[in-house]
T-cell receptor
């Protein structure tokens, strides 16, 4: 059974800092890994999708890496802004289904 | 890009009544759709896998008689919460899988049972 863990569970940083969110998974037999953000009471916004054959993906200030063999992914956010405050979820897609991580709640303080 | 919609976006119902949530793939056909629920401050948990034209597959611990899933067409799956109780209050999200096996997520439906 796939288990996905995100560390830290919560993070508070001052505006402008660079930060790293971590996601680890137990079963390396995956199709892809996806990072989402979720604002309070809202649905999911897809940020980055990394296929199992890829090492990283970049979009603007976001960079996600994938090390499938070690079961790890990181989401790097550069020059954080208050608008980045949200819960960040990683989701691992296996052969049968998608398993979501526990989430990291990020607060960027102005 | 592929779009998945959900209706309603939020609903309040009284305890004991049933409520139906729709999930639609707007610009692609989806033979498989998934239903997730999210309790406050928790992550999304898969409830069931919905296959067009056949019975849904429920995850362990999910009551199939309480959460009725109907995938009647290639663009529509519905989740009916029967005899709703306050503990069913949650955020329900669906996703649809296209021919390339990518999943696209709906915006979610917030259910509050009073």
């Amino acid at each position: 059974k796939q288990e996905v863990t995100q560390i830290p569970a919560a993070l508070s940083v001052p505006e402008g800092e660079n930060l790293v969110l971590n996601c680890s998974f137990t079963d390396s037999a995956i199709y892809n890994l996806q990072w989402f953000r979720q604002d309070p009471g809202k649905g999911l916004t897809s940020l980055l999708l990394i296929q199992s054959s890829q090492r990283e993906q970049t979009s603007g200030r976001l960079n996600a890496s994938l090390d499938k063999s070690s079961g790890r992914s990181t989401l790097y956010i550069a020059a954080s802004q208050p608008g980045d405050s949200a819960t960040y979820l990683c989701a691992v897609r296996g052969y049968q289904k998608v398993t979501f991580g526990t989430g990291t709640k990020l607060q960027v303080i102005p | 890009g592929a779009v998945v919609s959900q209706h309603p976006s939020w609903v309040i119902c009284k305890s004991g009544t049933s409520v139906k949530i729709e999930c639609r793939s707007l610009d692609f056909q989806a033979t498989t759709m998934f239903w997730y629920r999210q309790f406050p401050k928790q992550s999304l948990m898969l409830m069931a896998t919905s296959n067009e034209g056949s019975k849904a597959t429920y995850e362990q611990g999910v009551e199939k008689d309480k959460f009725l899933i109907n995938h009647a067409s290639l663009t529509l799956s519905t989740l009916t919460v029967t005899s709703a109780h306050p503990e069913d209050s949650s955020f329900y999200i669906c996703s649809a899988r296209d021919d390339g096996y990518e999943q696209y997520f709906g915006p979610g439906t917030r259910l509050t049972v009073t």
